[in-house]
């Protein structure tokens, strides 16, 4: 069986769309000859859903780094990190979640990464690793979370402008 690096920032417990999407994703690979590897956030859960724990597989290896981010004063977090950190406050996360994924590229065969948001920092995550890894298919899932707007200012602008030119 090949093994896939999924890069998500929400996973069981966690609840809400994005995490069913991504669990049933884990739950159904082996079905296709892929084993799948976590790399997720430890972090403050604003939802959660247990039940989502029994469709993933016995044997998968999940790993969580702390999301730096959770540290911030509230008043800080929500105001300054949004408007510091393109393309969402949740990019404070690559830092811990690469040290990580570093020891796991080490021990394990990788064969894909894929990343799956909201939030959409984690395909930054995955850009930087595919660079450093030429061998490694890169495969992501872009979806637009219920609690983010699209809006035509000029900020928005300038976010979007700046993330395509990262990707």
């Not at 082996?30 to 604003?46: D, F, L, M, P, V």
């Not at 872009?142 to 928005?156: D, E, F, P, Y």
Request: net charge positive.
């Amino acid at each position: 069986m090949k093994t896939a690096l999924i890069i998500t920032y929400n996973f069981p417990p966690d609840g809400g769309p994005a995490v069913q999407r991504v669990t049933k994703f884990v739950k159904y690979m082996q079905n296709y000859g892929y084993n799948a590897i976590i790399i997720t956030s430890k972090h403050k859960k604003e939802i959660t859903d247990s039940s989502l724990i029994n469709d993933i597989p016995e044997g998968i290896k999940i790993f969580r780094s702390v999301d730096l981010g959770d540290y911030c004063p509230g008043e800080l977090r929500n105001k300054l990190l949004k408007k510091l950190f393109v393309p969402d406050k949740q990019k404070f996360w690559g830092i811990t979640a690469l040290n990580i994924i570093d020891k796991i590229l080490e021990k394990e065969k990788i064969d894909i990464i894929f990343s799956t948001s909201p939030p959409h920092s984690v395909h930054l995550i995955a850009k930087k690793l595919k660079n450093n890894t030429i061998s490694l298919g890169l495969l992501t899932s872009v979806t637009n979370g219920q609690k983010t707007q699209v809006s035509n200012t000029l900020k928005t602008k300038l976010k979007t402008k700046f993330l395509k030119k990262k990707l």
